[in-house]
């Protein structure tokens, strides 16, 4: 297929640019700035037993997304290919809930030398 013109403008010149970028995004890894790690980085702001009841209000959310992408993998009549995002995003989902599970035992039973500062910080 060639190039279409009309007054001079070439019509596919973004699809060539487009190309790119996706193959940037692709194969480059960048950090990204979610909301959740921004949050982690100031969790001392918090007494640990709110955070331990925060965290488990989140698993439970985290829960029901990863049934919801469950069903939505399940779905024969579609290649793939178009659930893909839906595959990446529930991996990073179950890889979320698995930290989480990490993190809360570290809180709750991480002993004296966890977040030792963070405890007498919200003593009282």
């Known amino acids: 297929m060639g190039v279409t013109r009309t007054g001079g403008v070439d019509h596919w010149s973004g699809r060539s640019a487009d190309r790119e970028r996706m193959r940037e995004l692709v194969a480059v890894p960048a950090k990204e700035y979610p909301r959740f790690a921004a949050a982690l980085a100031l969790i ?67 002993g004296p030398e966890f977040g030792a500062f963070w405890r007498r910080l919200h003593a009282n």
């Open 44 to 110: 001392a702001v918090l007494p640990p037993d709110e955070v331990t009841a925060l965290l488990d209000q989140r698993r439970g959310d985290l829960e029901k997304q990863v049934v919801e992408l469950q069903g939505r993998l399940s779905k024969t009549d579609i290649d793939p290919l178009w659930l893909i995002e839906h595959e990446y995003r529930l991996g990073q989902t179950e890889a979320e809930l698995r930290f989480l599970k990490r993190f809360r035992h570290l809180v709750t039973e991480g």
